[in-house]
């Protein structure tokens, strides 16, 4: 058990503190889920570099830190959802992208022992998606049209790096043969 995997874990234990945090019925609810979720982006960052500048990179890692971020990003995006504050294709959108980066990754690591280590787009993606996550928690006064483009802006970005994944599965998929 490395640090880097230690602290995926714990961002996968401030998956539920988020969203109950969120829906607490006081008024700076959302500040503190704004929090809990910054704390979560923070120990990505940390988990990313450290596992990259000690040689902690591992295959559990490679499975762990990003099932970690998008349950979190998963939670969040159904939690501003439920709020009324995005619409619900933005779920949709977002959940349809996961499930084809799972199935790609299961496809993969059943082939080949491996996946896809994230790169440059999708870690753009992810800082795009959390700002504007945040954002949209902090001020609640921003028109819906301004939240459905802030929205649609970030899931666009998501689906640029699908795309770049995608590309990346069919050649690694082409070259390389099964573990």
């Given at each position: 058990m490395t640090v880097p995997n230690i602290l995926s874990l714990f961002r996968l234990f401030l998956v539920p503190v988020f969203a109950v945090a969120f829906f607490q019925p006081m008024?700076?609810?959302?500040?503190?889920?704004?929090?809990?979720?910054?704390?979560?982006?923070?120990?990505?960052?940390?988990?990313?570099?450290?596992?990259r500048h000690f040689?902690?990179?591992?295959?559990?890692?490679?499975?762990?830190?990003?099932?970690?971020?998008?349950?979190?990003?998963f939670t969040v995006i159904i939690c501003i959802t439920v709020d009324g504050i995005i619409p619900l294709w933005a779920v949709i959108v977002f959940f349809c992208k996961e499930l084809c980066?799972?199935?790609?990754?299961y496809l993969m690591y059943r082939r080949l022992?491996?996946?896809?280590?994230?790169?440059?787009l999708g870690k753009l993606s992810t800082g795009v998606f959390f700002v504007v996550c945040v954002a949209l928690m902090l001020f609640p006064a921003i028109p819906r049209v301004g939240r459905t483009a802030m929205i649609g802006g970030a899931l666009a970005l998501t689906l640029l790096a699908l795309a770049g994944y995608i590309y990346q599965y069919c050649r690694m998929m082409r070259e390389r043969k099964p573990a």
């Open positions: 008024p700076d609810a959302h500040t503190w889920a704004a929090l809990i979720y910054l704390v979560a982006f923070l120990t990505d960052i940390a988990d990313g570099w450290i596992a040689n902690q990179v591992s295959k559990l890692g490679r499975i762990l830190d990003p099932a970690a971020d998008k349950w979190m990003t980066m799972a199935i790609g990754g022992g491996d996946v896809i280590p994230s790169n440059w």
